[in-house]
Nanobody, 121 residues
Framework: QVQLAESGGGLVQAGGSLRLSCVASGRTNTMAWFRQAPGKERAFVACLTSNGGSTDSTYYATSVKGRFTISRDNAKNTLYLQMDSAKPEDTAVYYC??????????????WGQGTQVTVSS
């Protein structure tokens, strides 16, 4: 069982930046961020997965590509989401997620509790 704990959420003005962190109790091959806005379903944001080499492969939702960056520090078992050029439509609860398998997929093994991000206009 891997436990995930997010932090770093808060209030940011439109155009500003915020960095989310997710500390994992163990290592998994794939980690991701999802978000859920009020009245909407949980949606994919970004994913990072081992490619068997020294680097990871990353994938982004179209709505955040070029503005958000996903990364991880394996030594600290920590996943990050750097949010730049934030927009009001980025307002949501952000969830950290992890998969034991290699490859990004909607099938998630572990979820965090979520952290609220609010972007003011």
């Amino acid at each position: 069982q891997v436990q995930l704990a997010e932090s770093g959420g808060g209030l940011v003005q439109a155009g500003g930046s915020l960095r989310l962190s997710c500390v994992a109790s163990g290592r998994t091959n794939t980690m991701a961020w999802f978000r859920q806005a009020p009245g909407k379903e949980r949606a994919f944001v970004a994913c990072l997965t081992s490619n068997g080499g020294s680097t990871d492969s990353t994938y982004y939702a179209t709505s955040v590509k070029g503005r958000f960056t996903i990364s991880r520090d394996n030594a600290k078992n920590t996943l990050y989401l750097q949010m730049d050029s934030a927009k009001p439509e980025d307002t949501a609860v952000y969830y950290c997620a992890a998969r034991k398998a290699i490859g990004c997929s909607p099938t998630i093994d572990y979820w965090g509790q979520g952290t609220q991000v609010t972007v003011s206009s």
